[in-house]
């Protein structure tokens, strides 16, 4: 599979928008945040462009100005205070760095890795925007126009810098063995703050393992929806099955009926003098006009109701006495006591505890409606 590392991003937040958007090749509008980020990428680029004078601060306030995009914003106001908050990232990264200071290597350098087994390649793509030369090896930096900086554990742990340092190594292999030279950061334009850390070579093989994960659930065709704060940027709301009720006018079904219902379940839902057989009848409605239109949540006047599936699972117990048997361990759980199971999980080897997750079966599973009132 040839795969970008955005996407694999994309994947981790939202299985269904990757399938929307890398399988079904479903085009949204580009947000405002990411024309915003993209413009000061671009800026970062022509200041570090090397040459024999590095663009002033004037310079690359002009080149900000003439790439700027002022159609994506809402109002006049709004594009204002973005044009505004740009020229400050700017004039501040200019009184902190001095860009004949540095020695660059590369800006926005594309690459292709290849991780997995002789058997099983995968190649995994995408684009660092800065690699400089440091007194003692390399540093890797990507900037970043979030409102939020995160802590430092974060930047010790990001995936993204962990496969720009892969991709690094397979420019310069020799760097293999000065892992402790190389330096990866996230530079957090609108705090004018930078955040580095390095990675161990164990480090660099658990995030290949990492993305064989979530590439085997691609192939595995496992696309479930998940909400999260990231939704609030989703263009894909009005098709997802979390979110498309809530587009409910700008769809041909009438449904005047069914938001009666959805809004009269939330009501009876929470009265203390619950009509038992009414709720059930609504829920059945409710459920089949889930089903129906393929959504997931429906969103009324007073709240919304979400579909909520539970699932259980047991062992089977062939493959778990199997597994246990040579480490003499069958006994403690001859009838396969879930319990005993579990309490003993713990001591087991990791490889062994991976083993016994893979024997779960689906025992069985259930819907429920699920209510949060406004």
């Keep these: 599979m040839r795969v970008s590392f955005s996407s694999l991003e994309t994947y981790k937040n939202c299985p269904l928008k990757y399938k929307y958007q890398e399988i079904d090749k479903i085009k949204t509008p580009k947000s405002k945040e990411a024309v915003f980020g993209t413009i000061l990428h671009s800026t970062l680029k022509f200041i570090h462009t090397p040459g024999i004078l590095s663009p002033t601060q004037e310079q690359a306030m002009e080149f900000f100005s003439n790439t700027w995009n002022p159609s994506v914003f809402d109002s006049p106001e709004e594009e204002r205070a973005a044009f505004v908050q740009g020229v400050k990232i700017i004039q501040d990264y200019y009184q902190r760095n001095n860009p004949a200071d540095y020695n660059?290597?590369?800006l926005e350098s594309r690459f292709q890795i290849e991780i997995g087994t002789p058997d099983n390649r995968h190649i995994v793509s995408g684009i660092i925007d800065r690699i400089d030369r440091t007194r003692d090896g390399f540093e890797i930096i990507d900037y970043k126009?979030?409102?939020?900086?995160?802590?430092?554990e974060s930047v010790e742990t990001s995936a993204q810098l962990t496969v720009y340092l892969q991709a690094f190594l397979s420019f310069y292999p020799e760097e293999k063995n000065n892992l402790d030279k190389l330096r990866v950061s996230l530079y957090y334009l609108k705090h004018d703050f930078k955040l580095s850390a390095q990675r161990t070579a164990e480090q660099l093989k658990e995030n290949e393992n990492a993305f064989l994960e979530i590439i085997k659930l691609i192939e595995e065709k496992k696309f479930e929806p998940?909400?999260?704060?990231?939704?609030?940027?989703?263009?894909?709301q009005n098709i997802c099955p979390m979110w498309k009720h809530k587009f409910k006018e700008t769809r041909k079904i009438d449904s005047a009926e069914i938001n009666s219902m959805i809004d009269e379940y939330i009501?009876?839902?929470s009265a203390i003098s619950l009509t038992k057989t009414r709720l059930a009848k609504i829920q059945t409605e409710i459920e089949q006009y889930m089903e129906q239109e393929n959504v997931r949540r429906v969103f009324g006047e007073n709240g919304i109701i979400a579909q909520s599936l539970r699932v259980t699972y047991k062992y089977d117990e062939e493959k778990v006495q199997a597994i246990l048997s040579p480490l003499e361990k069958w006994q403690a759980v001859l009838k396969l006591d879930k319990t005993a199971l579990k309490n003993m999980l713990d001591s087991l080897p990791a490889k062994t505890r991976k083993e016994i997750e893979s024997a779960k079966i689906i025992d069985k599973e259930s819907k429920s409606l699920i209510v949060k009132k406004k």
């Design 145 to 152: 126009t979030t409102k939020k900086m995160p802590t430092q």
């Design 104 to 106: 660059i290597v590369s």
């Design 267 to 269: 009501d009876l839902k």
């Design 226 to 236: 998940n909400i999260s704060p990231l939704c609030d940027w989703c263009g894909y």
